[in-house]
């Protein structure tokens, strides 16, 4: 997902240099494009990412110390402890979640035509996400163990209320686009409200499987949105803590969705 976030990115910088410039600093921040020329046809551009590659890095060192350095040790806090990859991972997961929850909010402004009641509502919600991720990340870092992501509330209520966010702001770009003269047509706006659907099916999903991986049963049931079962397996919780796993794949999921929109 990342190496399709990567192409996406090319694709943004060739064809979408007019931009407004608060639209490529999102896309700078959360994605892949670091360099923005303001020329359309120009190649002079880096691909470098910022919260998305630190992500990436934070959670593959994790779960390599996890999976293979502590594969068959003996010693009973490997899993559990703390590395300085969840110390990234962790916070970046929220960061770039509420980023990309904004930009659908601004989106919604728009194609609501300034519609003050449905974008507060939506910025607020994502804000408690965002307020209950920050709480869930110190409270971590302060335990400085796993174990308190599988016994903490926190991160199934934040990805309770980030599910909310995502069906609400499909529900209304479906409402205000969607017009019975256009099913079966294909058209731009017909398009767009395809892709809004889908890129909200597609983050909304993982996260209802993140607050299941944080329920009292301990069951992990991991399966992505848009009928594509990637990875299916039911775990028992106790001292291998996969409740993480949803959460790995949740930022790829926002950055494509930024990028597709």
Same mark, same amino acid.
Request: aromatic share 14%.
């Given at each position: 997902?990342?190496?399709?976030?990567?192409v996406?990115?090319?694709?943004?910088?060739?064809?979408?240099s007019n931009?407004?410039?608060?639209?490529?600093l999102l896309?700078?921040?959360?994605?892949s494009v670091?360099w923005l020329?303001t020329?359309?046809y120009?190649?002079?551009?880096?691909?470098?990412?910022?919260?998305?590659i630190l992500?990436l890095?934070?959670v593959? #060192?994790?779960?390599?110390n996890?999976l !293979? *350095?502590c594969?068959r040790r003996?010693?009973?806090?490997?899993?559990t402890? +703390? &590395? $300085?990859g969840?110390y990234?991972?962790?916070?970046m997961?929220?960061?770039?979640t509420?980023a990309?929850?904004?930009f659908?909010?601004q989106?919604?402004?728009i194609?609501?035509?300034?519609?003050?009641?449905?974008?507060?509502t939506?910025?607020?919600?994502a804000?408690?996400?965002?307020?209950?991720?920050?709480?869930?990340?110190?409270?971590?870092?302060k335990?400085?163990?796993?174990?308190?992501?599988?016994t903490?509330?926190?991160v199934p209520?934040a990805a309770g209320?980030s599910?909310?966010?995502?069906i609400v702001?499909?529900?209304?770009?479906f409402?205000?686009?969607w017009?019975? #003269?256009?099913?079966?047509r294909s058209? !731009? *706006?017909?398009?767009l409200?395809v892709?809004?659907v889908?890129?909200?099916? +597609? &983050? $909304?999903q993982?996260?209802i499987?993140?607050?299941?991986?944080g329920?009292?049963?301990?069951?992990?049931?991991?399966?992505?949105?848009?009928?594509?079962?990637?990875y299916?397996?039911?775990l028992v919780?106790?001292?291998?803590?996969?409740?993480?796993?949803?959460?790995i794949?949740?930022?790829?999921?926002?950055?494509?969705?930024?990028l597709?929109?």
């Open positions: 997902m990342y190496g399709v976030s990567l996406q990115s090319a694709y943004y910088v060739w064809y979408f931009d407004l410039v608060s639209i490529k896309v700078l921040l959360v994605s670091s020329h020329s359309r120009t190649t002079d551009f880096f691909l470098f990412s910022m919260a998305d992500h890095i934070g593959t #060192e994790s779960h390599w996890k !293979v *350095l594969h003996d010693a009973a806090t490997c899993e402890d +703390l &590395t $300085w969840t990234v991972a962790v916070p997961n929220y960061v770039i509420f990309i929850q904004c659908y909010c989106r919604v402004w194609i609501t035509g300034n519609k003050r009641g449905v974008t507060a939506i910025l607020l919600i804000f408690v996400q965002f307020a209950l991720g920050t709480c869930a990340t110190i409270e971590t870092l335990y400085g163990t796993i174990k308190f992501l599988e903490t509330p926190l209520l209320v599910t909310l966010c995502d702001i499909t529900t209304v770009v409402k205000h686009l017009r019975s #003269e256009l099913r079966g058209n !731009v *706006l017909h398009d409200v892709i809004f889908n890129m909200g099916a +597609l &983050t $909304w993982p996260d499987d993140c607050r299941w991986c329920s009292k049963y301990r069951l992990f049931a991991y399966n992505v949105g848009l009928g594509v079962d990637w299916r397996q039911y919780q106790d001292h291998h803590y996969w409740i993480g796993a949803p959460a794949i949740i930022p790829r999921c926002y950055v494509n969705s930024l597709a929109v």
